[in-house]
């Protein structure tokens, strides 16, 4: 497990959509591995593959490690089933956009299904922080960032 350096806004792999994942393999544990030793050395509550310049359909989160106990989960080729239609704005920062905050609409709840790097397909609601983390991360593998929809505060 390693820290890897962080991709910054600018760098052409933020913007690619990333590619599937058909191998559930070493390598994939270990590129789940470094995104959590990279997403905690930066104090972050999620990271996504292409951030480390990785383009697949990977990302992690603990969203309540900085508060509470630690509660890591990894999501490969994540997709939204279904999101709530009503939209809640508040303030959200990236670890490839530094020192900036953007206030960024999102839906209170979706409904997610991944598989998990064991290569078992799960389905789960997310509300709270976690709904919006997952989609700020999911937006990572679509090479989309939050300056696009977001304000800057
Ligand atoms: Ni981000």
């Known amino acids: 497990m390693a820290v890897q350096h962080l991709r ?3 760098d052409p792999v933020l913007r690619e959509a990333a590619a599937p994942v058909v191998q559930f393999d070493a390598s994939l544990t270990a590129l789940i591995a470094d ?3 990279t997403m905690y050395a930066a104090k972050g509550r999620g ?3 292409p951030q480390v ?4 359909r990977v990302f992690v989160i603990d969203t309540t490690w900085k508060d509470a106990a630690p509660h890591p989960v990894a999501f490969v080729n994540p997709e939204i089933i279904a999101a709530a239609s009503v939209l809640r704005q508040g303030p959200e920062g990236c670890l490839s956009i530094p020192d900036r905050t953007f206030n960024v ?5 979706v409904d997610l299904g991944w598989t998990s790097p064991a290569g078992i397909g799960q389905t789960a609601r997310f509300d709270g922080i976690s709904a919006v983390c997952v989609c700020h991360e999911l937006d990572h593998l679509n090479g989309v960032l ?8």
């Open 47 to 49: 990271l996504a593959a």
């Open 35 to 37: 995104l959590f030793a």
């Open 8 to 10: 910054l806004d600018g």
């Open 53 to 56: 310049g990785v383009s697949q």
């Open 105 to 109: 609409l999102r839906p209170v709840w």
């Open 146 to 153: 939050i300056t696009d929809s977001g304000t800057e505060i």
